[in-house]
């Protein structure tokens, strides 16, 4: 357990609407990431950061958006929301620095209807 | 661009049947090989690190090894709690994200 929490666990919403996930973590950890997940797709990077206000693109980034205000908190929002975003995501920190193992907090399961 | 492709996409296994997992990648300069076992509904829990040809670890029933171009998860006299979704990952040298293999799922059945 990496001290990771992830929020809401599940949400069911309307394409079109925006929608933001939080991922929180309790150990001052540096580096975070936001994956996906789907069916024969494995898990997908979308977007990390490497401190307070400092994120980049992952390869999946087209319709999502993140902000780190704090070490703890690293924000995923879907500015409108689509059906293609219906998936799992999870949150990742690495323990050490950004190439160190990374250890991935329990999924956000969304569906867009 | 990094690939990774694990085989079969699932195993059936009886209680006691050893197996292997296969894991076939291609990477610019690997940084490390990482293996994740996986329940349903939950994320991705770390079992293993390798990072050159040649080395193996062990955990358990599970013992993971490593080429220039594979990886093995070999699973020793499985137990029905081994059954799971295992997923095999690549670190570049020079990169931060890890590029995932689909996964293998494997029913252990008493």
């Known amino acids: 357990d990496a001290g990771i929490t992830q929020s809401p666990r599940h949400k069911v919403t309307e394409t079109g609407t925006p929608v933001t996930l939080r991922c929180h973590q309790t150990e001052n950890h540096r580096y975070m990431y936001w994956y996906r997940q789907d069916p024969g797709h494995g898990l997908r990077l979308i977007h990390y950061?490497?401190?307070?206000?400092?994120?980049d693109k992952g390869e999946v980034s087209d319709g999502y958006s993140v902000s780190r205000s704090k070490t703890e908190d690293f924000l995923l929002t879907l500015e409108s929301a689509t059906s293609s975003q219906t998936s799992v995501y999870f949150c990742a920190i690495s323990v050490g620095g950004e190439q160190e193992t990374q250890y991935f907090g329990p999924g956000t399961r969304l569906l867009v209807l | 661009e990094d690939q990774v492709t694990q085989s079969p996409e699932a195993l059936r296994l009886q209680e006691g049947e050893s197996s292997s997992l296969n894991c076939s990648y291609t990477v610019s300069g690997l940084r490390g090989l990482f293996w994740y076992r996986q329940d349903p509904g939950k994320g991705p829990e770390f079992l293993f690190t390798l990072y050159s040809a040649g080395e193996e670890k062990e955990k358990e029933r599970l013992k993971a090894t490593l080429t220039k171009k594979e990886s093995f998860l070999h699973i020793t006299a499985p137990k029905p709690e081994d059954s799971a979704t295992y997923l095999c990952?690549?670190?570049?040298?020079?990169?931060?994200?890890?590029?995932f293999g689909a996964g293998t799922t494997v029913t252990v059945r008493a």
């Open positions: 950061s490497y401190g307070v206000k400092d994120t």
């Open positions: 990952a690549v670190q570049g040298s020079n990169d931060y994200k890890l590029s």
